[in-house]
């Protein structure tokens, strides 16, 4: 029970930090800068995609 809200709060979590991250204004950044902004959103999507799929199989 307690993997199942613990599943669903990092689900929340990271689809706050995700929203933040594509909020972000690219205007005036390093190349390397966006990259590292992208790299940090693409872990949030496959982290956001498993966490899903963990709670698919708890129901």
């Known amino acids: ?3 199942k809200v613990q599943a ?3 689900l929340e979590f990271c689809s706050a930090e995700l929203s933040k991250y ?3 204004s690219r205007v005036g950044l ?3 800068e966006l990259v590292a902004i992208d790299n940090v959103m ?3 999507k496959k982290r ?3 966490l899903r799929e963990a ?3 708890f129901f």
């Open 48 to 50: 956001i995609k498993n």
């Open 42 to 44: 693409i872990r949030l």
């Open 55 to 57: 709670l698919v199989v």
């Open 8 to 10: 669903k709060q990092d």
């Open 1 to 3: 029970m307690t993997d």
């Open 22 to 24: 594509q909020n972000l």
């Open 30 to 32: 390093r190349h390397s």
